[in-house]
């Protein structure tokens, strides 16, 4: 069984950067998988960020290309999301999932529960 | 970017019932849809991917259809436990995206 768990400070002073982590377990992170980031806030909703494969090969959201990083650790089955100069708009709770790849067809799966980051002073 | 139009915001019917949500595409996007449901202080959970394939464990109650621009999420007998809201989310071009979400509420 595939489980994902973030990991986060909670609380991002504006212009700082935030980091949130997805420990995975179940499945290698070297797997077939492409490992993606969603947040979630009653203004915009749900919003995807962006993804990474084990290869490092990502794909981001034009909207927050410029500010986000994904990257991946093979040595502890975790992908992490930098966002930097945040302000109060990028509170949210931010999720991680998967994007599974199996025989030329993707799909969504897997999702972990959610980590709460706010944008405060 | 494919934007989407899911309706109705907010449904309220009674157990048994069969209620339909839709999502409508700004363009064409094959199949490449899935379902979600959430329930407060839960992360979305996958019910139905490629528009039509049931999530495994899903109850065979929630069934999805369409193609191209427009799809439904169809619960055929809402149970207490449906009251949730549901999401529709596109993967077929980069950004994905997601509706602005169902409430579905039990009279």
């Not at chain 2, 049931?54 to 449906?82: A, M, N």
Request: some cysteine.
């Amino acid at each position: 069984q595939v489980q994902l768990q973030e990991s986060g400070p909670g609380l991002v002073t504006p212009s700082g950067t935030l980091s949130v982590t997805c420990a995975v377990s179940g499945v290698s992170i070297s797997s077939s998988n492409w490992w993606s980031w969603v947040r979630q806030s009653p203004e915009k909703g749900l919003e995807w960020i962006g993804e990474i494969y084990h290869t490092g090969s990502t794909n981001y959201n034009p909207s927050l290309k410029s500010r986000v990083t994904v990257s991946v650790d093979k040595s502890t089955n975790q992908f992490s999301l930098k966002l930097s100069s945040v302000t109060a708009a990028d509170t949210a709770v931010y999720y991680c999932t998967r994007r599974i790849v199996l025989g030329g067809n993707f799909w969504p799966g897997d999702w972990g529960q959610g980590a709460l980051v706010t944008v405060s002073s | 970017v494919i934007w989407m139009t899911q309706s109705p915001s907010l449904l309220s019917a009674s157990t048994g019932d069969r209620v339909t949500i839709t999502c409508r595409m700004s363009q064409g996007i094959n199949t490449y849809v899935a379902w979600y449901q959430q329930k407060p202080g839960k992360a979305p959970e996958l019910l139905i991917y490629a528009a039509s394939t049931l999530q495994r464990g899903v109850p065979s109650r929630f069934s999805g259809s369409g193609s191209g621009t427009d799809f439904t999420l169809t619960i055929s007998s809402l149970q207490s436990e449906d009251s949730a809201t549901y999401f529709c989310q596109q993967y077929y071009s980069f950004p994905w995206t997601f509706g602005q979400g169902t409430k579905v509420e039990i009279k």
